[in-house]
């Protein structure tokens, strides 16, 4: 069991695609494994007392896939909601949008929303799910609302501008992982994983399970955390 565990993980999903590639099967069925896999990591977040779980599922950049993937994604988390929301609901997990609402279908739109405020009072897990999200769009709709709120410049700080991002009012990632041996953040939470701790792995998202996400807390377990300060002796 890692000594110290992330209040707040953060996972790029990545590898999918070359999971499904290597076995000859179209890109959307790496990314139902992958949905697959969360099912699995997500309980063992759960385990482990891990209190907030913020997954990559859809970049403002992923738009530029081939049609036939992007609908496959929009799919899933159609189908993730239609067949996970009562359980993840029943387990006491909150889920969060971070994202753009606006650019998905009306009927998704509706599904979101339904969940979020269905799950809303749960404080087991949150689960933000990204979504239709990037992190220069995230600042930049937060700077549109704060000057849409009329608040005065000197009044604009660190704490304000954090509560203006779709994740306001949660603590910053600890730990951001990325599958599949990446070592970008790929315009990611780039404004509130300014002090995370990063962990990478050559393993595909799909065979990310239990042990790697073992491997990966006890790395962040030995990690110091020092925040731009020194080390006290
Ligand atoms: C990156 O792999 C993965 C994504 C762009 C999508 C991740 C989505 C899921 C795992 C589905 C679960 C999500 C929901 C909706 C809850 P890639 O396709 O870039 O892989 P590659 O780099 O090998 O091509």
Known sequence: MPERVPTHLAIIMDGNGRWANERGLPRVAGHRAGTENLRRILTACTDYGIKILTIYAFSTENWGRPKAE???????????????????????????????????????????????????HNDRLILNVAFNYGGRDEVVQAVRRIVADGIPAEEIDETLLSYYMYSGGLPDPDLVVRTSGEMRLSNFLIWQAAYAEYYTTPVYWPDFDEEELRKALLHYGQRERRFGLVTQT
Do not use: S
């Open 70 to 120: 992007v609908r496959g994604l929009m799919n899933i988390l159609e189908m993730v909601i239609d067949r996970e929301l009562a359980e993840l609901h029943a387990n006491g997990v909150q889920i969060r949008h971070l994202g753009q609402l606006e650019g998905l279908t009306p009927h998704l739109q509706r599904k979101i929303r339904h969940a979020l405020d269905l799950t809303r």
